[in-house]
């Protein structure tokens, strides 16, 4: 059973991103702020439930929800300031941007950096934990799905309307017999063997 607050201030808003772990595309963050009586028997954590479960439950979170934010921050920004870094950022560009401001941050992971002076907590698997999160983590992921699903169209070798870009057994052999495209994060290791040298 998710938790609803863990604040018990007048607006406590959600954040959680997607695609944390990809080789290609953006990192993608929600943030939501929801009334304090929400609760949906589907909402779980994004990854626990099925895309057709994700798909019921966006409509379903942005009509309940007081204000939500999706932010995309693409793989030029990522190799720029590493991955860590540009997930905190596009979650603190989705929080600056919700009316009426937060009086209060739940933030899945272990690392975040402050949104002005709005105190927040950070909650290792808080997307399993309190609804907020939960909410936020399913917005991240459904929207990202999307983005990757567009980006397919322009390069369907790679798969990435199955593997959303994540490193798939497919996914690198598609690397590895096409190359690279831009879309790709050249800080990460597309392939296993890019650290072996050739001696």
Not at 81 to 107: D, F, R
Request: charged share 20%; hydrophobic share 40%; aromatic share 8%.
């Amino acid at each position: 059973m998710l938790l609803s607050s863990y604040s018990n201030t007048a607006f406590e808003a959600g954040t959680d991103e997607a695609g944390r772990g990809c080789l290609a595309g953006p990192v993608t963050a929600a943030a939501i702020l929801l009334p304090a009586d929400f609760h949906h028997p589907l909402l779980n954590d994004s990854k626990q439930l099925s895309e057709k479960n994700r798909a019921i439950l966006r409509p379903i979170l942005e009509a309940a929800a007081i204000d939500f934010k999706v932010t995309h921050l693409d793989h030029q920004l990522i190799d720029e300031i590493n991955i860590l870094n540009a997930s905190i950022q596009a979650m603190q560009l989705c929080l600056t941007k919700l009316t009426p401001t937060p009086t209060y941050i739940l933030v899945d992971g272990n690392r975040f950096k402050p949104v002005g002076t709005i105190p927040y907590s950070t909650i290792i698997k808080g997307d399993s934990k309190y609804v907020s999160i939960a909410a936020a983590s399913v917005l991240a992921k459904t929207y990202r799905d999307e983005y990757m699903e567009k980006l397919h169209e322009e390069f369907p070798m790679y798969q990435w309307n199955k593997n959303k870009g994540y490193p798939t057994l497919e996914h690198r052999e598609a690397i590895r017999k096409y190359g690279s495209c831009h879309y790709h994060r050249q800080s990460f290791r597309l392939l296993p063997e890019q650290l072996k040298l050739e001696l």
